[in-house]
């Protein structure tokens, strides 16, 4: 509870992390295309990445408000406890009702190990130091590429079909955390994909129209994303995870003066191997909670945006042109804990943005004048969510843009 936290928060002072990384890479790649007939074509690529990446220095400290020193985690905390403190309600109970705590241990409610921590509440760290942790290294030497194929069924169809197998570099974790890690725990693995995708390009209307619409799927293995722990940002992987997809975008010359681009995203989505530290239970490290079958983050269901531009009126000294656009984003979940384990508010309801604007062109190009507002519905939604439960007892919410309007003046010369 927030209780125990409290005389701690009082004169906290501040974190000073000093963190040094060394990165080399070396990539070699090679592309080629093979146009089998006039029609069909075969595109080859391939490509070899050598990546190393050295932690030489890491510090992680406690300071006061005016830089002084308060003590060090990183190298320093030597109590098992990779929190920041440790609350004076271990268990549920305060520190100075020894006697129901020993009830608690002998009924077998809490543990030793709780007891203990109650013992020695405060803060974890040790003596102010400015050594650096043990240093770290990590080199990882990979092939990837790419096999795609293409049809032109006449001078306005194309298919195409592709698969890629892609690799990003692994990175040691910037997030703040309070006790040593080993390597495993310190170290982001190289991310891999492997993708497939189908898909058409087609122009008709004598031109004045065209669609580009995908289907894809994407299989990821030690996906890297962001994951929000406290106050703390941590570079995480998931053992594995999935989406499937269409995409599609559309272009329509109405006419000379009107245009409409129109585009819509389909996606499924799902962690498929994915376990994280429990929260709930700051001073057990062992406790994970299995989020496979989660939605992955900030990947709503269905998203779609339109945006329409008309020149309103045009005389010798120039024109009027408006443009109108908008933007969908289904249900999405901004945690991959989706609604687990106090979870359940971190997420952002479907919601939809309006955009207009209006500028008058200058014949000659050397000045505009535009008058616009954004959000112009005065939609309320919430760009990005954190769980702050366990630490502070609430959930933090950054809210998305209000509705604003500007006046816009361009001179060229």
């Given at each position: 509870?927030v ?9 906290f002072?501040?974190?000073?992390q ?21 029609d ?11 990546d190393k990446?050295?932690?030489p220095?890491?510090?992680?400290s406690r300071v ?7 003590g ?26 020894p ?7 002998l009924?077998?409610?809490i543990?030793?190990?709780d007891?203990?921590?109650t ?19 990590a ?8 096999i795609?194929?293409d049809?032109?069924l006449n ?17 040691f ?8 890690r ?9 991310e891999f994909l492997?993708a ?14 065209r ?9 990821y ?24 997809g ?9 006419t000379?003066?009107?245009t409409v681009?129109?585009?819509?995203g389909?996606?499924e989505?799902e ?18 909670v ?13 998203s779609?945006n ?13 024109y009027?042109?408006?443009n109108?656009?908008g933007?969908?984003?289904?249900d ?36 505009t ?10 939609t309320k939604?919430?760009?990005?969510a ?12 950054q809210?998305g843009?209000?509705?604003?309007y ?6 060229r010369?």
């Amino acid at each position: 509870g927030v209780g125990g936290y409290y005389p701690y928060l009082l004169d906290f002072g501040a974190l000073d992390q000093k963190m040094e990384t060394e990165k080399e890479s070396f990539a070699l790649y090679s592309q080629m295309r093979w146009n089998v007939t006039a029609d069909f074509g075969i595109d080859f690529g391939v490509r070899y990445t050598d990546d190393k990446i050295d932690l030489p220095y890491l510090n992680i400290s406690r300071v006061g408000y005016d830089g002084s020193p308060r003590g060090t985690y990183v190298p320093g905390n030597n109590t098992g406890v990779d929190n920041i403190f440790i609350p004076a309600n271990v268990a549920g109970q305060s520190p100075f009702e020894p006697g129901v705590l020993i009830q608690e241990l002998l009924a077998g409610e809490i543990s030793v190990n709780d007891l203990l921590l109650t013992a020695q509440t405060g803060y974890t760290h040790g003596p102010y130091t400015e050594e650096s942790a043990t240093l770290l290294s990590a080199q990882e030497k990979e092939w990837t590429g790419k096999i795609g194929m293409d049809y032109r069924l006449n001078d306005s169809l194309m298919v195409y079909g592709s698969y890629s197998k892609g690799f990003r570099a692994g990175n040691f974790n910037a997030g703040v955390y309070y006790e040593e890690r080993e390597f495993e725990d310190a170290y982001a693995a190289p991310e891999f994909l492997d993708a497939y995708e189908i898909g058409i390009k087609a122009d008709f209307w004598d031109r004045r129209a065209r669609i580009n619409s995908a289907f894809f799927y994407y299989d990821y293995t030690n996906q890297q994303f962001i994951n929000v722990v406290g106050v703390s940002n941590f570079l995480e992987n998931a053992g594995g995870s999935k989406i499937i997809g269409f995409e599609s975008e559309m272009f329509f010359a109405i006419t000379e003066a009107l245009t409409v681009q129109l585009g819509m995203g389909i996606l499924e989505t799902e962690y498929t191997e994915l376990e994280l530290s429990n929260v709930q239970t700051v001073n057990d490290d062992d406790d994970v909670v299995d989020l496979s079958g989660n939605e992955l983050i900030s990947a709503p269901k269905i998203s779609a945006n339109v945006s329409i531009d008309w020149e309103i009126f045009s005389n010798n000294a120039g024109y009027l042109s408006m443009n109108l656009n908008g933007n969908y984003q289904d249900d999405q979940w901004y945690s991959a804990y989706n609604d687990k384990i106090g979870y359940e508010n971190i997420k952002q309801d479907a919601y939809a943005i309006y955009n207009a604007r209006f500028t008058w062109f200058s014949s000659n190009d050397d000045y505009t004048i535009a008058i616009w507002g954004k959000n112009i519905t005065e939609t309320k939604y919430d760009s990005y969510a954190i769980n702050l439960q366990a630490g502070f007892g609430f959930d933090y919410y950054q809210q998305g843009a209000p509705a604003t309007y500007g006046l816009e003046m361009t001179y060229r010369y």
